[in-house]
Nanobody, 116 residues
């Protein structure tokens, strides 16, 4: 059974940093493509960053380029999102997504609040 568990969210002041983690389990035979999404109150869920399966190529939303870094540890089956220089507009619930073929899996989300 596939499971994605996010952690690392919390309250942080503007300019601060957080590191989110997404622990994946249940992918027995293949490694999924992984990504982070976020959903702010009253807004649609949006892609934040993604990392490929084969060569760890990364892509970022324009709003987070230069501030966020996505990475993965294939031994620990864990994906990370290092978030620096956080802004109030980064406040959202952050979700981990795994895609394997036609199947998509989502974590339960971790809340990030950027406020003074």
């Amino acid at each position: 059974q596939v499971q994605l568990v996010e952690s690392g969210g919390g309250l942080v002041q503007p300019g601060g940093s957080l590191r989110l983690s997404c622990a994946a389990s249940g992918f027995t035979y293949s490694r999924p493509a992984m990504s982070w999404y976020r959903q702010a109150p009253g807004k649609e869920r949006e892609l934040v960053a993604a990392i490929t399966t084969t060569d760890d190529t990364t892509t970022y939303a324009d709003s987070v380029k230069g501030r966020f870094t996505i990475s993965r540890d294939n031994v620990k089956n864990t994906m990370y999102l290092q978030m620096n220089s956080l802004k109030p507009e980064d406040t959202a619930v952050y979700y981990c997504r795994a895609r394997l073929g036609i199947y998509n899996y989502w974590g339960q989300g971790t809340r990030v609040t950027v406020s003074s």
